[in-house]
Nanobody, 125 residues
Framework: QVQLVETGGGLVQPGDSLTLSCAATGDSFRSYTFGWFRQAPGKDREFVAAHHKSNARAYYADSVKGRFAISRDNAKSTVFLQLSSLKPEDTAVYFC??????????????????WGQGTQVTVAS
């Protein structure tokens, strides 16, 4: 069992930066791959980024590549998502998730077992 709590959301202007944190408690942090997903109003939840537990590589959706960065601090059992050059279309509830997906399933939300409650990011001028 893993419990996830996201923090760091807020209201920002276009072009601003923000860092989201996901604190994990419970089972072995290092044994999980962590992903970030988001859900905008009226839309399905979509993959944003993932950090694989085995190869320590980061994977991104095309829409955020070059603007967002995922990282993890195993000592603090925390995963981060740095958001920069934010756009109004980045407005969504951002969710942290933990699981053990294979590489080809990193972007599939059904591959993740545990989810946080989400944190709202609103980008508006």
């Amino acid at each position: 069992q893993v419990q996830l709590v996201e923090t760091g959301g807020g209201l920002v202007q276009p072009g601003d930066s923000l860092t989201l944190s996901c604190a994990a408690t419970g089972d072995s942090f290092r044994s999980y791959t962590f992903g970030w997903f988001r859900q905008a109003p009226g839309k399905d939840r979509e993959f944003v980024a993932a950090h694989h537990k085995s190869n320590a590589r980061a994977y991104y959706a095309d829409s955020v590549k070059g603007r967002f960065a995922i990282s993890r601090d195993n000592a603090k059992s925390t995963v981060f998502l740095q958001l920069s050059s934010l756009k109004p279309e980045d407005t969504a509830v951002y969710f942290c998730a933990a699981g053990r997906p294979i590489l080809t399933s990193l972007r599939d939300e059904t591959s993740y077992y545990y989810w946080g409650q989400g944190t709202q990011v609103t980008v508006a001028s």
